[in-house]
Nanobody, 123 residues
Framework: VQLQAFGGGLVQAGDSLRLSCTTS????????MGWFRRAPGKEREFVAA????????NIANSLKGRFSISRDYGSNTVYLQMNSLKPEDTAVYYC?????????????????WGQGTQVTVSS
């Protein structure tokens, strides 16, 4: 399984970005997907996850109301919509394929990880 995340960049506080992650195989076959991030000098942090059917999503409490996750089966793509971005959202964002059908916030629940995409939010 190959994952490619893209859509990062340099934005100003208050702007929006949508990250995309495309997989090399059909992830509709029973796998949830998720996004994590790692800020400089910090631990990896859960951001959002979505079940394989897309009927259940899980957003980190600190990001609720600003971030959302969705998926498109036709293009094997999962999206992370980020609104009202803040400088503290600056990080490398990673997408991952879950070992399970449900959405999970636990990193150990993910079997495949993509190379990250950098998001930088200036104040």
């Amino acid at each position: 399984v190959q994952l490619q995340a893209f859509g990062g960049g340099l934005v100003q506080a208050g702007d929006s970005l949508r990250l995309s992650c495309t997989t090399s195989r059909r992830t509709s076959s029973n796998n949830g997907m998720g996004w994590f991030r790692r800020a400089p000098g910090k631990e990896r942090e859960f951001v959002a996850a979505i079940s394989w059917r897309g009927d259940n999503t899980n957003i980190a409490n600190s990001l609720k109301g600003r971030f959302s996750i969705s998926r498109d089966y036709g293009s094997n793509t999962v999206y992370l919509q980020m609104n009202s971005l803040k400088p503290e959202d600056t990080a490398v964002y990673y997408c991952a394929v879950s070992r399970y059908a449900v959405s999970t916030s636990a990193p150990e629940g993910y079997a495949y990880w993509g190379q990250g995409t950098q998001v930088t939010v200036s104040s």
